[in-house]
C-alpha cells in the first residue's frame, strides 16, 4: 500500500498554462515536503508545510497544505520549461521519510 | 546551498565486483539516508542512520551494507554486484525530520 499517492503521473503542458499536482494520504502527517528533480540528479527541497491549511509561495509555485494535514496541492502559474522535473511529495514518520510516486511534469517551450 | 557529495557520478563494473559509494556531507547534519532509485520512478530507502556507530535498514530489502565511523561520511557497499544492483543511488542528510533532507547528485550504476 502506498502512503503517498501522486496525481497525475505525468503531465505535458504549453509553456504559460497553469497547474496543480496532488499529493493524496489517508494518514494525518505533521510536516511535508516538495520536491523537484531533474534527470540524473538529487531531488531538491522546494518547501516544508506544518500547520493544516498552510499556504506558502515561492515565486509562481504556490503549496497547500490541507486543513486535515493528510493532502497538499502545488500550483504552478505560467509554467516554464524551466519547470520541467519530477515533482516529489514525502513525509516523516516514525526514523524514516517516504515519498510520494512522483509527478513527471513537461513544459513544452 | 546545501553540501553533500557523492562519488562517483557514473560506474560500469562487471557483475562479481565489490563497489563501495561514497557520501559526504559539510553541514554537520546527524541523520544520513541512501534511496535507491529508476528514472522516473519513486525513492525507496534502503538506509539510514541517526549518528556516528548507528544503522539501520530501510524498507527495500538490500544486499548493500553501510557503515558511519564519522558524522560526515556515510559510505555504501555492494560486496558482490549483480545486474539486478542497476540503478541510481541517492545519498541524503537532515537535521530535523520536519525540515526535509538535502540529496547530494547520486551515483549511476550499472552492472553488467
Known amino acids: 500500500t502506498q502512503l503517498l499517492e501522486q496525481s497525475p503521473q505525468f503531465l505535458s503542458i504549453q509553456e504559460g498554462e497553469n497547474l496543480t499536482v496532488y499529493c493524496n494520504s489517508s494518514?494525518?502527517?505533521?510536516?511535508l515536503q516538495w520536491y523537484r528533480q531533474e534527470p540524473g540528479e538529487g531531488p531538491v527541497l522546494l518547501v516544508t508545510?506544518?500547520?493544516?491549511?498552510e499556504v506558502k509561495k515561492l515565486k509562481r509555485l504556490t503549496f497547500q497544505f490541507g486543513d486535515a494535514r493528510k493532502d497538499s496541492s502545488l500550483h504552478i502559474t505560467a509554467a516554464q520549461p524551466g519547470d520541467t522535473g519530477l515533482y516529489l511529495c514525502?513525509?516523516?514518520?516514525?526514523?524514516?521519510?517516504?515519498f510520494g510516486t512522483g509527478t513527471s511534469l513537461t513544459v513544452i517551450p | 546551498e546545501a553540501d553533500i557529495y557523492q562519488t562517483p557520478r557514473y560506474l560500469v563494473i562487471g557483475t562479481g565486483k565489490k563497489i563501495t559509494l561514497e557520501c559526504s556531507q559539510t553541514?554537520?547534519?546527524?541523520?544520513m539516508y541512501w534511496y535507491q532509485q529508476d528514472p522516473g520512478m519513486e525513492l525507496h530507502l534502503i538506509h539510514y542512520?541517526?549518528?556516528?556507530?548507528?544503522?539501520e535498514k530501510g524498507d527495500l530489502s538490500s544486499e548493500s551494507t553501510v557503515s558511519r565511523i564519522r558524522t560526515e561520511h556515510f559510505p555504501l557497499t555492494l560486496e558482490s554486484a549483480r545486474p539486478s544492483h542497476t540503478s541510481q543511488y541517492l545519498c541524503?542528510?537532515?537535521?530535523?525530520?520536519?525540515?526535509?533532507?538535502?540529496f547530494g547528485p547520486g551515483t549511476r550504476l550499472t552492472v553488467l
Open positions: 494518514s494525518v502527517f505533521s510536516s
Open positions: 508545510v506544518v500547520t493544516g491549511g
Open positions: 514525502a513525509v516523516s514518520t516514525g526514523n524514516q521519510f517516504y
Open positions: 553541514m554537520g547534519h546527524d541523520k
Open positions: 541524503a542528510s537532515s537535521q530535523l525530520h520536519r525540515g526535509g533532507q538535502f
Open positions: 542512520s541517526y549518528g556516528v556507530n548507528s544503522t
